[in-house]
């Protein structure tokens, strides 16, 4: 695969002032001589220092396509590791495939998505986790989940694990060696050392798996779901949360059926609203379809905020809708946050306002737009990823699926320690360790696993 040149877009199709095509491999500089002539005559791009931009234009064969700028990086000073060509064009779709179509004519493949990363990747200019951040820093849409990909592009906790690792990789050397003289009954891997390697491995490693909750929040933002009866204004304050009229308002019961979701980023922090279809009891076929969609949004959600009409609407008939909520709650504890909406309405102080008051009622209007800072307020101390250390936050599902299964490979030695267990089970444990480790760096990599990571970045990165 490494043999041949690849090309691709590396701005999204549309119109734009500019689009640049991306080319890698050792055919790139020479494919650039035939189709590209410089502004500069005597200008030879074999020759010219790495990372230089040069004004021309591309031609395919005598036919003009283009004034461009081409830039050109020099293996390995390239992102991939070899020879890369970036042009710049007019960002007219039509331009951009008039260039596709000539680098095909002349012999070089479009790439596959991540193709330009994944030979980063093999040329060894970063690890398979710096890799996957990459992906990471393309999507990341708040400060909290683009701080969190350029820190483990600059190494992050991979670094560490490669340290460990090496050091584990130097006691299974000793227990190997010891099953070469295993009818000599001869120790060379000191047990002490080990189990204290072991620990400080597994201690680190369950800080890392234990950040995970917090990392996936960082990086796909905190579901908030918001529920509550018909008619008193779910919508109405999602339009306000989001200042902009993402849901339909209806006065009608039951306008809401499905899910509407938005993003919004509060303080750094991405947070996914969900509106929900009201709950009550209804013959209506549809309706109940969304009712208990929004059962299942409310088990989704970190958040829930639980609206009611403040002017119809007791505190004991709240705690009763709390109580019954958590009969629907399938895993742990739910925050809940009680929106007291439509304050309006009300021509005196609510019965047992104290109580509510108690129970950190947030009153509000959402019609007027008044208080709903209160709420945003709220989100970002439940959300409690003020203090993390970016260092050790995992946010990604693979390495914490290896991360458990290093603890588990780990426990199972030092249990084969206390067992007296012989050195040749010991090591088949040690090796399993050893594999689940450089499966995050990518030391211990497979084609399946390299597919499925880079399978997912779009074309062109």
Known sequence: MNQDTIFAPATPPGKSAIAVIRISGNDAFIVMTRIFRP???????????????????????????????????????????????????????????????????????????????????????????QAEAVADLIASNSDASHALALTQMRGGFSSRL???????????????????FSEEDVEFANRKQLNELLETIKSEVNKLASSFARGNVLKHGIPVAIIGKPNVGKSTLLNAILNEEKALVSEVAGTTRDA??????????????????????????????????????????????????????????????????????EHGKKRFIIIANKTDLLFETPHNFAELVEMETIFISARRNENIQLITESLLKSADVEKYDDNATVSNARHYEALTAIITSIENIEHGFL????????????????????????????????????SKFCIGK
């Open 39 to 129: 502004l500069r005559k005597k200008t030879d791009l074999l020759k010219s220092a790495s990372h230089q931009v040069h004004l021309g234009s591309l031609y395919h064969g005598e036919v003009l396509i283009d004034k461009v700028l081409v830039s050109l990086f020099k293996a390995p000073h390239s992102y991939t590791g070899e020879n890369i060509a970036e042009i710049s064009v007019h960002g007219s779709m039509f331009i951009v495939q008039k260039v596709l179509e000539l680098l095909s004519s002349e012999g070089l493949r479009m790439a596959r998505p991540g193709e330009f990363t994944l030979r980063a990747f093999l040329n060894g200019k970063f690890d398979l986790s």
């Open 162 to 180: 490669k340290e460990l690792r090496q050091k584990l990789v130097d006691f299974a050397s000793l227990i190997e060696l010891e099953l070469d």
């Open 260 to 329: 509407v979701e938005d993003v919004m980023v509060i303080g750094g922090i991405a947070f996914r609203f969900i509106d929900t279809a009201g709950l009550r009891s209804t013959r209506d076929f549809v309706e109940n379809l969304g009712i208990g969609k929004t059962y299942e949004k409310m088990n989704q959600a970190q958040v829930i905020l639980y609206v009611v009409d403040i002017s119809t609407t007791s505190a004991e008939e709240i705690k009763q809708e709390l109580q019954d909520f958590a009969e629907h709650i």
């Open 419 to 454: 067992a007296g267990l012989p050195s040749d089970l010991i090591s088949t444990d040690l090796h399993l360790a050893l594999h689940h480790l450089g499966t995050i760096t990518g030391e211990v990599s497979t084609e399946e696993l390299l597919d499925n990571v880079f």
